[in-house]
Each structure stands twice: as structure tokens, then as C-alpha cells.
T-cell receptor, first 112, second 114 residues
């Protein structure tokens, strides 16, 4: 399939270690933040979301942290597995309109 | 249940031509959004339709248009194709129209303009 994100920043992580992917978002008025995973040849897949009135949310093996003071979002993946290899995008949305704005992606590469 | 489906999967067109891309949402979903993803970048929002009405429009020229049908499927039309329109076009469906409704993406249509 086609390759997504040929020139994206890459994070290389040893299998079994924790991964932290960071994102700086642009709009202080955004109400909603989402992390997506995109594997080669596929569309983005929802991972986890967080509302602007929260600073942390946990899912299965993933945690999202939101720091509104510095407009920073992070995705933590525990015990990284080979299947986690993909490009990860943060995205933001506001209730006043229906756009979802994607940030620049990060390629996660898992080392054996 | 089938996920979001898009057709065609690949398409090659010549500059100046017109193209129509199609999307079928997940059953029960009433909102469809279209995105353009250029290689190496994140998806860029083009349109959102909810209950057959345009709910949002991104920063794209008027050559781009879309519509949603009574069965909630959608078409994206691009006129007077330019080389820069070459991209992966993604469709996403959601139950509702707001950004807090989870969007489910299709596999995309790869458009190449020569």
C-alpha cells in the first residue's frame, strides 16, 4: 500500500518500552482533542480523545495528557508492541464549528 | 458490519479533467466528512455534511464541491484538476455532526493527476 508520512519525524522505541508522542496544537479555543493512528494503506483510526476541561484520560494501554497552558498534547503508549507501528496524528476540534484540524504526524518505529 | 467504503480505490486523471469520488458511511451514521491527505502530511478538512446539509467547509477552492444523498452516502467532486490535487482523499462518517462524535475513516481514494 501507499506510504503515509515519508518525511515525518520518527520516534524509535524498543518493543516493550513505553512510547510518548507529543503534539503542539494551534487553537486555544479548541474544545476537543483526538489522537489517531494511521497504518500504511489505511485511513486514520481513532485511539483516544479528551475534552478541554480535562487534563488526563486513560484507555487501554494509552493515556492522553492535555496541558492547555502551553497548548500541548501527548499520547503515552504502555508496553509498545510491533502492532503499534504507524503514523500518529493529533487533531483538535471546536464546538462552534464542525472542523477537525489535524496536526503534523509522528511515525512510531518499534525496534525488536 | 461494513465500515466506511470508498470508491474507486485508485484513480488517474489528466489536468483539467473532472473527478467524482464516492463514500458510503457506516449504517446509521448521518454525518460524512471529506479530507485531503497529501503525502507526508496530516489530513486536511474539506467538507462536512450532516443530514444532507453542509455543516463545515475547509479552505479549499470552489473547484471542490460535495453533496450528501438521502441514504447518507456522499460524493466529492473536483473540477479543473491541477497537479497539486494529487492526494489521498479520505471520507469519515460519524453518528452526529459535532467534533465530539467519533469519526470512522474509510481507506481512501488515491487520486493521481498527470
Amino acid at each position: 500500500g501507499e506510504s503515509v508520512g515519508l518525511h515525518l519525524p520518527t520516534l524509535s522505541v524498543q518493543e516493550g518500552d513505553n512510547s510518548i508522542i507529543n503534539c503542539a496544537y494551534s487553537n486555544s479555543a479548541s474544545d476537543y482533542f483526538i489522537w489517531y493512528k494511521q497504518e500504511s494503506g489505511k485511513g486514520p483510526q481513532f485511539i483516544i480523545d479528551i475534552r478541554s476541561n480535562m487534563d488526563k484520560r486513560q484507555g487501554q494501554r494509552v493515556t492522553v495528557l492535555l496541558n492547555k497552558t502551553v497548548k500541548h498534547l501527548s499520547l503515552q503508549i504502555a508496553a509498545t508492541q510491533p502492532g503499534d507501528s504507524a503514523v500518529y496524528f493529533c487533531a483538535e476540534g471546536a464546538n462552534r464549528d464542525d472542523k477537525i484540524i489535524f496536526g503534523k504526524g509522528t511515525r512510531l518505529h518499534i525496534l525488536p | 458490519d461494513a465500515g466506511v467504503t470508498q470508491s474507486p480505490t485508485h484513480l488517474i486523471k489528466t489536468r483539467g479533467q473532472h473527478v467524482t469520488l464516492r463514500c458510503s458511511p457506516i449504517s446509521g451514521h448521518k454525518s460524512v466528512s471529506w479530507y485531503q491527505q497529501v503525502l507526508g502530511q496530516g489530513p486536511q478538512f474539506i467538507f462536512q455534511y450532516y443530514e444532507k446539509e453542509e455543516r463545515g467547509r475547509g479552505n479549499f477552492p470552489d473547484r471542490f464541491s460535495a453533496r450528501q444523498f438521502p441514504n447518507y452516502s456522499s460524493e466529492l467532486n473536483v473540477n479543473a484538476l491541477l497537479l497539486g490535487d494529487s492526494a489521498l482523499y479520505l471520507c469519515a462518517s460519524s453518528f452526529g455532526g459535532g467534533p465530539d462524535y467519533e469519526q470512522y475513516f474509510g481507506p481512501g481514494t488515491r487520486l493521481t493527476v498527470t
